[in-house]
């Protein structure tokens, strides 16, 4: 925690400043390179660290092939395996030596990358993130240990009944859609990936056009110009042809049921939902708060755990992807009482729908969400990890600058507008692992999707 105070601290003081005294919510300058590279920064000097966090954006496994899922999983495991002259050993032993982070990772839509690196070992760091983005080995022995690492996580996950719960609802929520592939691949598919398909991935989605890159820390505007020309100036410059995939949650009124002899029942909701870009995200935002994304204190919570002892817990969220957004619930409970839990749950959804939250409930979602906003930015990997979401999210440079006008300026009348256009209570989408009691399924799952 000491190690990112100085940041913590402007932060809070940034925010608790008067309006007139503070008004940006972070410093954040957009930098251009000579080879028209551009990124989000935000200095500050106090430490000698840099963080850098970048994605290519619709560059994930939604470009996966059905014969071949999980090959931008594959990617991302194995671009930090080797790159240049070094193979995988010593790539890894000189990020090791100079204590330096760089890890890839493959979303549904983006393929996204990090870096963190003491200011005295910059240059060694930007020059291996360089080597891995432009000169990838993908020696062979290097890709099978990775392969066979991601063939031992889905085995032990078939165990997991969260595993197979969340793998059960992407398949029937998201139906005849990319997003219904298995991101992290299947036993069979990862078998048929080559070296040969991730260079061919790697050329093809790792262009310029879709950079988002996010800096923070200890290097200035000018520093930084140079940087991008090295490490991503030598990338393609392809410009890729948009396809419009725009989809909605699918299986309206469904409960799909997997039996599992196991003594809880894993319950997940999915409905459609909204993104950021429309003019009713920061109603949903706080409606969402006061139903059950706050956890404790939200009225599923209270409703369920506190007052019924029904589960360990439940939460509420929105799910936001590029072609489709949905509104979730997750929660288990004993299965005698998953049939008493799904009624409840779907009470509550039409209570809010129906009726207004009160002025205290407001109120206090407002004053977390305001509070907790810079929690959130309390070191330089999250604040560059904010300003990357944000350019994903396509919002605005200035977009902290005016959070808390906007979640303070949200009303009762708002949230019972929003609560009526969004919820669908009787037509949620549903799936359950586990033996409910006082459950009829309409859809019975007897083997995996996507996982063989």
Known sequence: MKHFLPVFCLLFLAFALPAQAAERFLDIKEVTSDKGLSAWLVEDHTLPVIAVKFAFTGAGSINDPEDKQGLAQLLSNTLDEGA?????????????????????????????????????????????????????????????????????????????????????MN??????????????????????????????????QLTR???????????????????????????????????????????????????KDIPQTIIQISQPGIGHDDPDYFPAKIMDFILGGSGFGSRLTE???????????????????????AYTAQTSTKNETAGEMLTLIKA?????KDQPVSAEELAAAQSYLVGSMPLSLSST????????????????????????????????????????????????TIVMVGQPEGITPTKTIETLPNVE
């Open 381 to 428: 990997d999250r604040i560059a990890g904010m300003m990357l979401s944000l350019q994903t999210d396509h919002l605005p440079i200035d977009y902290l600058d005016h959070y808390a006008e906007r979640v303070e300026g949200v009303t009762i009348e708002d949230i019972a507008r929003v609560s009526k256009r969004l919820l669908t209570p009787d037509a949620l």
């Open 171 to 204: 398949d029937i929520a998201f139906a005849e859609h990319p997003y219904a592939m298995n991101s992290g691949g299947t036993l069979t598919t990862l078998l048929a990936i080559t070296p040969d398909d991730l260079r061919a991935f790697a050329k093809d």
């Open 348 to 352: 509550e959804w039409q209570k809010m």
């Open 84 to 168: 240049g002259d070094y193979d995988s050993q010593a790539f890894q032993k000189a990020l090791t030596d100079h204590s330096i982070s760089l890890r890839f990772g493959a979303g549904r839509d983006d393929f996204t990358g990090s870096l963190k690196t003491l200011t005295r070992h910059k240059d060694l760091a930007f020059d291996l993130l360089t080597q891995a983005l432009t000169a990838p080995r993908f020696d062979p022995d290097a890709v099978e240990r990775m392969r066979q690492s991601n063939l031992t996580r889905i085995r032990s996950s078939l165990s997991d009944p969260d595993w197979i719960t969340a793998r059960i």
């Open 209 to 259: 056009e879709r950079l988002k890159i996010a800096v923070t820390g200890d290097i200035t505007a000018d520093e930084l110009k140079a940087v991008l020309d090295h490490v991503f100036g030598a990338l393609p410059a392809v410009k890729r042809e948009t396809v419009d995939l725009s989809a909605e949650v699918q299986n309206a009124g469904v409960i799909a049921l997997y039996k």
């Open 303 to 325: 409703e369920i755990r506190e007052k019924r002892g029904l589960t360990y817990g439940i939460h509420t969220g929105f799910y936001e992807l590029d072609y489709l957004k």
